[in-house]
């Protein structure tokens, strides 16, 4: 892995704390399932080492949960 690929992992590795903390502060309801389903997507995304859907999907989750 190159320092840019890194750096890359790095960065998704962050937001997704920061959707995750997000979500985890965020009240129950459909807000915060949807914005579960969009996580988990990320997560599989990430796993698939596919970071620009991985950032897509953790955008739409940080937008279901406002």
Do not use: I
């Not at 997000?22 to 990430?46: C, F, I, V």
């Amino acid at each position: 892995m190159n320092d840019e690929d890194q750096s890359q992992e790095n960065h998704t590795v962050k937001h997704m704390a920061s959707v995750k903390a997000a979500w985890d502060k965020a009240p129950e309801g459909p807000k915060k399932a949807t914005a579960l389903k969009h996580y988990q997507a990320a997560e599989s995304a990430h796993e698939a080492e596919n970071d620009e859907e991985a950032h897509k999907e953790l955008k739409e989750a940080s937008r279901a949960l406002m």
